[in-house]
């Protein structure tokens, strides 16, 4: 069985700002179950509602060094639709009223949780993964 892992910002029914969130929710739905697990990651926004909270059960947690501070990183995960889902914990980075605040803020936001995390990942899946980031390039 080949493994998928997407690495997304947003993906419904979580959190939506804009169309990445239609795709990354639902093109995970069209793989062939009997050939492919499929698995999403993505920042665990405060914004978000509270009952897809509750159904979150936790996995882990670590710390990662980002430049001169060492940042926490709690995972959770649920299952919607046969679809497991992992959700990336800190309140530093993912707290705001919204998922995108400004540009300069999102950067840094956004390198913490796809460049840091990226290398824990294995702790998730045995053998080799294939995956496609957001930005749609083979990683």
Known sequence: MKKVL???????PFIK????????????QYFDKSK??????LPKYVCMDEEFKKQMHFLSR?????????QYVGVLETKVEGITY??????YYFAGAKPYNNIYEDVEKFAYFQR????RCRL?????????ATTGRPV
């Open 17 to 28: 700002t804009g169309g990445l969130a239609d795709v990354a929710g639902s093109l995970p």
């Open 116 to 119: 840091r995390f990226w290398r």
């Open 6 to 12: 997407f690495v997304t910002s947003e993906a419904v």
């Open 124 to 132: 998730f899946s045995s053998g080799p993964i294939s995956c496609i």
């Open 36 to 41: 492919y697990e499929v698995r999403i990651i």
């Open 62 to 70: 670590f710390y990662v060094r980002l430049s001169w501070r060492s």
């Open 86 to 91: 992992y959700f990336i914990d800190n309140e």
